[in-house]
Protein backbone atom coordinates (compact mmCIF):
# COMPACT_ATOMS: atom_id res chain seq x y z
CA UNK A 1 0.00 0.00 0.00
CA UNK A 2 2.83 2.17 0.41
CA UNK A 3 4.49 1.13 -2.75
CA UNK A 4 0.69 2.01 -4.40
CA UNK A 5 1.02 5.38 -2.64
CA UNK A 6 4.27 6.60 -3.40
CA UNK A 7 3.49 5.87 -6.80
CA UNK A 8 0.54 7.72 -7.10
CA UNK A 9 1.88 10.62 -5.64
CA UNK A 10 4.47 11.05 -8.07
CA UNK A 11 1.82 10.53 -10.62
CA UNK A 12 0.59 13.88 -9.56
CA UNK A 13 3.60 15.65 -9.89
CA UNK A 14 1.85 15.94 -13.29
CA UNK A 15 -0.14 18.56 -12.08
CA UNK A 16 0.55 22.70 -12.21
CA UNK A 17 1.99 23.38 -8.77
CA UNK A 18 -0.57 25.30 -7.53
CA UNK A 19 -3.52 22.55 -8.99
CA UNK A 20 -1.22 19.82 -6.54
CA UNK A 21 -1.62 22.34 -3.83
CA UNK A 22 -5.04 22.71 -3.79
CA UNK A 23 -6.18 19.25 -4.64
CA UNK A 24 -3.19 16.75 -4.34
CA UNK A 25 -3.88 15.77 -0.98
CA UNK A 26 -7.66 15.09 -1.61
CA UNK A 27 -7.38 13.56 -5.01
CA UNK A 28 -4.27 11.06 -3.28
CA UNK A 29 -6.88 9.92 -0.68
CA UNK A 30 -9.92 9.37 -3.61
CA UNK A 31 -7.12 7.45 -5.26
CA UNK A 32 -5.99 4.98 -2.28
CA UNK A 33 -9.67 4.78 -0.71
CA UNK A 34 -11.00 3.19 -4.56
CA UNK A 35 -7.22 1.29 -4.89
CA UNK A 36 -8.48 -1.73 -3.06
CA UNK A 37 -11.14 -2.24 -5.79
CA UNK A 38 -8.77 -1.75 -8.77
CA UNK A 39 -7.35 -4.40 -10.83
CA UNK A 40 -3.72 -3.78 -12.42
CA UNK A 41 -5.27 -2.71 -15.64
CA UNK A 42 -8.02 -0.04 -14.09
CA UNK A 43 -4.92 1.61 -12.34
CA UNK A 44 -3.00 1.91 -15.41
CA UNK A 45 -6.35 3.46 -16.69
CA UNK A 46 -6.65 5.54 -13.79
CA UNK A 47 -2.96 6.70 -14.51
CA UNK A 48 -3.67 7.33 -17.82
CA UNK A 49 -6.65 9.43 -17.18
CA UNK A 50 -4.75 11.48 -14.33
CA UNK A 51 -1.76 12.09 -16.61
CA UNK A 52 -4.19 13.31 -19.45
CA UNK A 53 -6.18 15.82 -16.50
CA UNK A 54 -2.43 16.61 -15.28
CA UNK A 55 -1.19 17.82 -18.83
CA UNK A 56 -4.44 19.51 -20.18
CA UNK A 57 -4.21 21.70 -16.99
CA UNK A 58 -0.13 22.50 -18.28
CA UNK A 59 -0.72 23.02 -21.18
CA UNK A 60 -3.96 25.70 -20.95
CA UNK A 61 -5.83 23.61 -22.80
CA UNK A 62 -8.97 22.79 -21.13
CA UNK A 63 -11.91 23.93 -22.15
CA UNK A 64 -12.30 27.12 -19.45
CA UNK A 65 -8.55 28.10 -20.18
CA UNK A 66 -6.56 30.01 -22.59
CA UNK A 67 -6.04 27.30 -24.85
CA UNK A 68 -8.78 25.85 -25.39
CA UNK A 69 -10.45 29.04 -26.00
CA UNK A 70 -8.08 29.90 -29.00
CA UNK A 71 -8.62 26.05 -30.14
CA UNK A 72 -12.55 26.42 -30.17
CA UNK A 73 -13.19 30.17 -31.17
CA UNK A 74 -10.85 30.06 -34.45
CA UNK A 75 -11.40 26.25 -35.17
CA UNK A 76 -14.21 26.07 -37.62
CA UNK A 77 -12.90 29.75 -39.84
CA UNK A 78 -9.67 28.28 -40.15
CA UNK A 79 -11.17 24.91 -41.24
CA UNK A 80 -12.96 26.53 -43.97
CA UNK A 81 -9.34 28.91 -45.23
CA UNK A 82 -7.50 25.70 -44.96
CA UNK A 83 -9.89 23.80 -47.34
CA UNK A 84 -10.15 26.81 -49.65
CA UNK A 85 -6.24 26.93 -49.90
CA UNK A 86 -5.77 23.31 -50.65
CA UNK A 87 -8.42 23.48 -53.65
CA UNK A 88 -6.34 26.50 -54.52
CA UNK A 89 -3.35 24.17 -54.50
CA UNK A 90 -5.00 21.49 -56.87
CA UNK A 91 -6.56 24.04 -59.47
CA UNK A 92 -3.77 26.92 -59.72
CA UNK A 93 -0.87 25.78 -58.33
CA UNK A 94 -0.77 22.13 -59.63
CA UNK A 95 -2.51 22.75 -62.76
CA UNK A 96 -1.26 26.42 -64.23
CA UNK A 97 1.20 26.06 -67.29
CA UNK A 98 4.20 27.15 -66.18
CA UNK A 99 3.68 25.83 -62.47
CA UNK A 100 3.42 22.26 -63.38
CA UNK A 101 6.96 20.61 -63.66
CA UNK A 102 5.93 18.62 -67.11
CA UNK A 103 2.25 18.32 -67.76
CA UNK A 104 2.60 15.48 -70.33
CA UNK A 105 4.24 13.63 -67.61
CA UNK A 106 2.72 10.81 -65.72
CA UNK A 107 4.50 10.77 -62.20
CA UNK A 108 4.08 11.87 -58.63
CA UNK A 109 3.89 15.34 -59.44
CA UNK A 110 1.33 14.90 -61.80
CA UNK A 111 -0.99 12.17 -59.81
CA UNK A 112 0.15 11.50 -56.51
CA UNK A 113 -0.15 15.27 -55.29
CA UNK A 114 -3.27 16.00 -56.54
CA UNK A 115 -4.40 12.81 -55.17
CA UNK A 116 -3.48 13.16 -51.71
CA UNK A 117 -5.05 17.14 -51.39
CA UNK A 118 -8.20 15.74 -53.01
CA UNK A 119 -8.27 12.75 -49.98
CA UNK A 120 -7.58 15.66 -47.55
CA UNK A 121 -10.61 17.76 -48.99
CA UNK A 122 -12.85 14.99 -49.16
CA UNK A 123 -12.01 14.02 -46.05
CA UNK A 124 -12.32 17.61 -44.43
CA UNK A 125 -15.68 17.92 -46.25
CA UNK A 126 -16.87 14.64 -45.35
CA UNK A 127 -16.17 15.14 -41.73
CA UNK A 128 -17.97 18.87 -41.50
CA UNK A 129 -21.01 17.05 -43.13
CA UNK A 130 -21.71 13.50 -41.65
CA UNK A 131 -22.77 12.75 -37.93
CA UNK A 132 -19.52 12.71 -35.01
CA UNK A 133 -19.45 9.58 -34.42
CA UNK A 134 -18.64 7.69 -37.72
CA UNK A 135 -16.01 5.29 -37.97
CA UNK A 136 -16.29 4.54 -41.77
CA UNK A 137 -14.71 7.97 -41.85
CA UNK A 138 -12.16 7.78 -39.29
CA UNK A 139 -11.14 3.94 -40.77
CA UNK A 140 -10.71 5.73 -44.36
CA UNK A 141 -8.47 8.39 -42.77
CA UNK A 142 -5.98 5.92 -40.86
CA UNK A 143 -5.87 3.92 -43.93
CA UNK A 144 -5.21 6.84 -46.45
CA UNK A 145 -2.59 7.67 -43.41
CA UNK A 146 -1.05 4.58 -42.97
CA UNK A 147 -0.63 4.00 -47.28
CA UNK A 148 1.00 6.95 -47.79
CA UNK A 149 3.15 7.25 -45.05
CA UNK A 150 4.12 3.55 -45.39
CA UNK A 151 3.51 2.58 -48.93
CA UNK A 152 4.38 5.27 -51.04
CA UNK A 153 7.49 6.74 -50.14
CA UNK A 154 9.76 3.69 -51.16
CA UNK A 155 7.91 2.98 -54.17
CA UNK A 156 8.29 6.87 -55.40
CA UNK A 157 11.87 6.46 -55.38
CA UNK A 158 12.55 10.13 -54.02
CA UNK A 159 10.87 12.00 -50.31
CA UNK A 160 8.57 14.59 -52.37
CA UNK A 161 10.31 17.52 -50.52
CA UNK A 162 7.06 19.88 -49.21
CA UNK A 163 4.87 20.47 -46.85
CA UNK A 164 2.33 19.44 -48.16
CA UNK A 165 3.75 15.67 -47.37
CA UNK A 166 2.81 17.03 -43.96
CA UNK A 167 -0.56 17.64 -44.83
CA UNK A 168 -1.63 15.03 -46.27
CA UNK A 169 -0.44 12.61 -44.04
CA UNK A 170 -1.68 14.84 -40.51
CA UNK A 171 -5.05 15.92 -41.71
CA UNK A 172 -6.83 12.21 -42.31
CA UNK A 173 -4.77 11.29 -38.91
CA UNK A 174 -6.33 14.84 -37.51
CA UNK A 175 -9.43 14.13 -38.59
CA UNK A 176 -9.31 10.07 -37.40
CA UNK A 177 -9.29 11.53 -33.94
CA UNK A 178 -11.54 13.97 -34.61
CA UNK A 179 -14.58 11.34 -35.82
CA UNK A 180 -13.66 8.30 -33.46
CA UNK A 181 -15.91 7.77 -30.45
CA UNK A 182 -13.30 5.59 -28.64
CA UNK A 183 -10.06 6.83 -26.81
CA UNK A 184 -8.33 3.76 -27.74
CA UNK A 185 -9.11 4.62 -31.56
CA UNK A 186 -7.72 7.70 -30.93
CA UNK A 187 -4.77 6.84 -29.56
CA UNK A 188 -4.29 4.49 -32.60
CA UNK A 189 -4.85 7.42 -34.84
CA UNK A 190 -2.37 8.94 -32.92
CA UNK A 191 0.09 6.61 -32.52
CA UNK A 192 -0.04 6.26 -36.30
CA UNK A 193 0.88 9.66 -37.42
CA UNK A 194 3.53 9.64 -35.04
CA UNK A 195 4.74 6.65 -36.66
CA UNK A 196 4.28 8.13 -39.96
CA UNK A 197 6.14 11.06 -38.92
CA UNK A 198 8.82 9.23 -37.74
CA UNK A 199 9.27 7.33 -40.61
CA UNK A 200 9.38 10.64 -42.82
CA UNK A 201 12.33 12.25 -40.56
CA UNK A 202 13.75 8.91 -41.53
CA UNK A 203 13.11 9.00 -45.34
CA UNK A 204 14.34 12.76 -45.29
CA UNK A 205 17.37 12.34 -43.20
CA UNK A 206 18.52 9.56 -45.32
CA UNK A 207 17.93 10.86 -48.88
CA UNK A 208 19.76 12.64 -51.29
CA UNK A 209 21.08 15.81 -50.52
CA UNK A 210 20.71 15.77 -47.10
CA UNK A 211 20.07 19.24 -45.71
CA UNK A 212 19.05 20.70 -42.31
CA UNK A 213 15.56 21.06 -43.22
CA UNK A 214 15.39 18.22 -45.62
CA UNK A 215 15.80 18.10 -49.10
CA UNK A 216 13.69 21.07 -50.78
CA UNK A 217 13.81 23.31 -47.64
CA UNK A 218 16.90 25.79 -48.08
CA UNK A 219 17.02 29.75 -46.98
CA UNK A 220 17.14 31.23 -44.17
CA UNK A 221 13.65 30.17 -42.87
CA UNK A 222 12.98 27.43 -44.90
CA UNK A 223 15.01 24.95 -43.15
CA UNK A 224 13.20 25.75 -39.78
CA UNK A 225 9.34 25.18 -41.16
CA UNK A 226 9.28 21.02 -41.40
CA UNK A 227 10.30 21.36 -37.69
CA UNK A 228 7.93 23.77 -37.15
CA UNK A 229 5.43 21.73 -38.81
CA UNK A 230 6.25 18.57 -37.52
CA UNK A 231 6.20 19.89 -34.24
CA UNK A 232 2.77 21.76 -34.80
CA UNK A 233 1.88 18.28 -35.89
CA UNK A 234 2.51 16.57 -32.81
CA UNK A 235 1.02 19.18 -30.46
CA UNK A 236 -2.37 19.41 -32.05
CA UNK A 237 -2.41 16.13 -32.43
CA UNK A 238 -1.50 15.78 -28.48
CA UNK A 239 -4.28 18.65 -27.95
CA UNK A 240 -7.08 16.94 -29.67
CA UNK A 241 -6.47 13.94 -27.56
CA UNK A 242 -6.90 15.49 -24.77
CA UNK A 243 -9.99 18.20 -25.63
CA UNK A 244 -13.50 17.21 -25.53
CA UNK A 245 -14.07 16.65 -29.06
CA UNK A 246 -15.40 19.59 -30.75
CA UNK A 247 -15.68 19.78 -34.59
CA UNK A 248 -14.32 23.50 -34.53
CA UNK A 249 -11.86 23.04 -32.68
CA UNK A 250 -9.94 20.87 -35.43
CA UNK A 251 -10.14 24.06 -37.96
CA UNK A 252 -7.48 25.86 -35.85
CA UNK A 253 -4.80 23.01 -36.09
CA UNK A 254 -5.74 23.14 -40.11
CA UNK A 255 -5.47 27.22 -40.62
CA UNK A 256 -2.34 27.00 -38.47
CA UNK A 257 -0.49 24.00 -40.49
CA UNK A 258 -2.56 24.16 -43.69
CA UNK A 259 -1.96 27.53 -45.49
CA UNK A 260 1.58 28.39 -45.14
CA UNK A 261 2.65 24.49 -45.81
CA UNK A 262 0.69 24.66 -49.06
CA UNK A 263 1.77 28.41 -49.72
CA UNK A 264 5.86 27.30 -49.15
CA UNK A 265 4.90 24.08 -51.34
CA UNK A 266 3.85 26.67 -54.08
CA UNK A 267 7.06 28.57 -53.09
CA UNK A 268 9.39 25.77 -52.79
CA UNK A 269 7.84 24.63 -56.61
CA UNK A 270 8.74 27.89 -58.00
CA UNK A 271 12.41 27.85 -56.85
CA UNK A 272 13.05 24.30 -58.45
CA UNK A 273 12.11 25.42 -61.79
CA UNK A 274 14.77 27.87 -61.29
CA UNK A 275 17.74 26.26 -59.63
CA UNK A 276 20.00 28.80 -59.49
CA UNK A 277 17.10 31.27 -57.77
CA UNK A 278 16.44 31.35 -54.02
CA UNK A 279 12.68 30.51 -52.68
CA UNK A 280 11.47 34.30 -53.13
CA UNK A 281 13.28 34.97 -56.41
CA UNK A 282 10.91 31.23 -57.39
CA UNK A 283 7.37 32.72 -56.21
CA UNK A 284 8.05 35.45 -58.74
CA UNK A 285 5.01 35.48 -61.22
CA UNK A 286 2.90 33.00 -58.78
CA UNK A 287 0.22 34.10 -56.23
CA UNK A 288 2.25 36.66 -54.07
CA UNK A 289 -0.64 36.72 -51.91
CA UNK A 290 0.17 32.93 -51.05
CA UNK A 291 4.17 34.14 -50.34
CA UNK A 292 2.42 36.69 -48.17
CA UNK A 293 0.36 34.88 -46.12
CA UNK A 294 2.52 32.06 -45.83
CA UNK A 295 5.10 34.36 -44.08
CA UNK A 296 2.11 35.76 -41.89
CA UNK A 297 0.87 32.52 -41.30
CA UNK A 298 4.13 31.15 -40.01
CA UNK A 299 4.45 33.84 -37.85
CA UNK A 300 1.08 33.27 -36.30
CA UNK A 301 1.88 29.51 -35.67
CA UNK A 302 4.62 30.50 -33.58
CA UNK A 303 2.81 33.35 -31.76
CA UNK A 304 0.48 30.72 -31.16
CA UNK A 305 2.81 27.93 -30.09
CA UNK A 306 4.98 30.39 -27.57
CA UNK A 307 0.95 31.58 -26.26
CA UNK A 308 0.06 28.49 -25.37
CA UNK A 309 3.44 27.58 -24.29
CA UNK A 310 3.19 30.41 -22.11
CA UNK A 311 -0.41 30.11 -20.51
CA UNK A 312 -0.09 26.55 -20.01
CA UNK A 313 3.36 26.69 -18.67
CA UNK A 314 4.00 24.82 -16.17
CA UNK A 315 3.47 26.61 -12.83
CA UNK A 316 0.38 28.55 -14.39
CA UNK A 317 -2.03 29.53 -11.99
CA UNK A 318 -5.65 27.74 -12.55
CA UNK A 319 -8.30 30.48 -13.17
CA UNK A 320 -11.47 30.29 -10.93
CA UNK A 321 -9.67 27.66 -8.55
CA UNK A 322 -10.76 28.17 -5.10
CA UNK A 323 -7.18 28.49 -3.05
CA UNK A 324 -5.21 29.55 -6.47
CA UNK A 325 -2.42 32.08 -6.05
CA UNK A 326 -4.18 35.17 -7.71
CA UNK B 1 -28.72 26.16 -22.50
CA UNK B 2 -25.52 24.21 -22.78
CA UNK B 3 -25.90 20.65 -23.39
CA UNK B 4 -25.11 18.29 -20.04
CA UNK B 5 -22.88 15.10 -20.56
CA UNK B 6 -23.84 12.05 -18.90
CA UNK B 7 -21.44 11.97 -16.85
CA UNK B 8 -21.83 15.60 -15.50
CA UNK B 9 -25.36 15.27 -14.79
CA UNK B 10 -24.54 11.78 -12.91
CA UNK B 11 -22.47 13.72 -10.63
CA UNK B 12 -24.79 16.43 -10.03
CA UNK B 13 -27.65 13.69 -9.32
CA UNK B 14 -24.93 12.10 -6.70
CA UNK B 15 -24.59 15.39 -5.35
CA UNK B 16 -28.82 16.11 -5.40
CA UNK B 17 -29.44 14.40 -1.73
CA UNK B 18 -26.57 16.00 0.18
CA UNK B 19 -22.76 16.34 -0.08
CA UNK B 20 -20.40 13.93 -0.97
CA UNK B 21 -16.61 13.68 -0.96
CA UNK B 22 -14.80 12.19 -4.54
CA UNK B 23 -14.50 8.48 -3.90
CA UNK B 24 -18.55 8.97 -2.34
CA UNK B 25 -19.09 10.52 -6.09
CA UNK B 26 -17.76 7.72 -7.71
CA UNK B 27 -19.71 5.24 -5.94
CA UNK B 28 -22.68 6.71 -6.82
CA UNK B 29 -21.86 7.33 -10.03
CA UNK B 30 -21.34 3.83 -11.05
CA UNK B 31 -24.35 2.55 -8.91
CA UNK B 32 -26.67 5.33 -10.57
CA UNK B 33 -25.38 4.33 -14.19
CA UNK B 34 -25.88 0.41 -12.86
CA UNK B 35 -22.34 -0.13 -13.70
CA UNK B 36 -22.02 1.44 -16.71
CA UNK B 37 -20.66 4.78 -15.92
CA UNK B 38 -16.97 4.61 -13.81
CA UNK B 39 -15.21 7.91 -13.44
CA UNK B 40 -11.82 7.84 -12.93
CA UNK B 41 -10.10 10.33 -10.54
CA UNK B 42 -9.25 12.76 -13.81
CA UNK B 43 -12.03 12.70 -14.80
CA UNK B 44 -14.08 13.38 -11.62
CA UNK B 45 -12.05 16.12 -10.87
CA UNK B 46 -12.12 17.51 -14.35
CA UNK B 47 -15.71 17.83 -14.06
CA UNK B 48 -15.68 19.17 -10.68
CA UNK B 49 -13.62 22.09 -11.16
CA UNK B 50 -16.01 22.92 -14.00
CA UNK B 51 -18.72 22.47 -11.91
CA UNK B 52 -17.09 24.55 -9.68
CA UNK B 53 -16.32 27.19 -11.54
CA UNK B 54 -19.42 27.80 -13.36
CA UNK B 55 -21.02 27.79 -9.59
CA UNK B 56 -23.43 24.39 -9.76
CA UNK B 57 -21.43 23.01 -7.23
CA UNK B 58 -19.61 23.87 -3.96
CA UNK B 59 -16.77 22.51 -1.35
CA UNK B 60 -18.81 21.78 1.64
CA UNK B 61 -16.21 21.27 4.81
CA UNK B 62 -13.13 18.33 4.63
CA UNK B 63 -12.43 16.06 6.88
CA UNK B 64 -9.21 13.94 7.53
CA UNK B 65 -10.62 9.90 7.58
CA UNK B 66 -7.86 6.97 8.41
CA UNK B 67 -4.82 9.98 7.47
CA UNK B 68 -6.54 10.81 4.56
CA UNK B 69 -8.33 14.23 3.21
CA UNK B 70 -11.86 14.03 2.44
CA UNK B 71 -13.17 16.85 0.93
CA UNK B 72 -16.85 17.35 0.36
CA UNK B 73 -18.78 19.04 -2.11
CA UNK B 74 -22.78 19.90 -2.90
CA UNK B 75 -25.28 21.72 -5.25
CA UNK B 76 -26.00 25.02 -5.02
CA UNK B 77 -28.89 26.91 -6.16
CA UNK B 78 -27.89 27.43 -9.26
CA UNK B 79 -27.14 24.00 -9.34
CA UNK B 80 -29.69 22.36 -8.43
CA UNK B 81 -32.12 24.45 -10.56
CA UNK B 82 -29.88 23.05 -13.52
CA UNK B 83 -30.39 19.71 -12.80
CA UNK B 84 -33.78 20.08 -12.18
CA UNK B 85 -34.46 21.19 -15.18
CA UNK B 86 -32.82 18.97 -16.97
CA UNK B 87 -34.18 16.29 -15.46
CA UNK B 88 -37.83 17.40 -16.61
CA UNK B 89 -36.36 17.50 -20.23
CA UNK B 90 -34.77 13.98 -19.89
CA UNK B 91 -38.72 12.70 -18.21
CA UNK B 92 -40.46 14.49 -20.72
CA UNK B 93 -38.64 12.78 -23.56
CA UNK B 94 -38.55 9.28 -21.87
CA UNK B 95 -41.98 9.65 -21.22
CA UNK B 96 -42.72 10.55 -25.51
CA UNK B 97 -40.58 7.54 -26.16
CA UNK B 98 -42.50 4.93 -23.95
CA UNK B 99 -45.76 6.73 -25.44
CA UNK B 100 -44.68 6.18 -28.95
CA UNK B 101 -43.20 2.86 -27.97
CA UNK B 102 -46.59 1.69 -26.21
CA UNK B 103 -48.31 2.53 -30.03
CA UNK B 104 -49.24 -0.87 -32.05
CA UNK B 105 -46.92 0.26 -34.80
CA UNK B 106 -44.08 1.58 -32.24
CA UNK B 107 -42.39 -1.92 -31.13
CA UNK B 108 -41.74 -3.24 -34.68
CA UNK B 109 -40.30 -1.36 -37.59
CA UNK B 110 -42.34 -0.71 -40.43
CA UNK B 111 -41.64 -3.44 -43.50
CA UNK B 112 -40.85 -1.45 -46.83
CA UNK B 113 -43.58 -1.59 -49.50
CA UNK B 114 -43.60 -4.67 -51.53
CA UNK B 115 -41.49 -6.77 -48.78
CA UNK B 116 -45.10 -7.26 -46.63
Known amino acids: MRRTSRGLERLLWVYPKTYREHRGEEILGTLLESAPARSTFETLR ?114 PSDFALF ?89 LLSVPCIAYQSAVEGAFQQPTATIWHGTMGRLPVMVVAAVILVLIELTFALGVALVGKWFSRIPNMPGAVH | MKEIREPTFLVLVALADGRRHGYGIIQDVERLSNGQTTLRAGTLYATLDRLTSEGHIEEAGEEIVDGRLRRYYRLTMRGSAMLESESKQRLAVSKEALRRLSRPSGRRPRLAPGFA
Open chain 1, 46 to 159: VAGDLAAHGLRLRLGAAPDQAGGKVLGAAALPGMTTAAAAAVVMVFFAQLLPGIHHDPTSFGPDTVIWPALHAVWILGAVVTLAVPRRTRACALTCVTTTLVVGFVLPPRIGYL
Open chain 1, 167 to 255: IALAIPALLAQRVTPRRSERWLALLVSLAVLAVLGYAAANSPPATFGGPGFYGALGVFAPYVAAAAVTLFCCSFLFLTARRWTYGMGLL
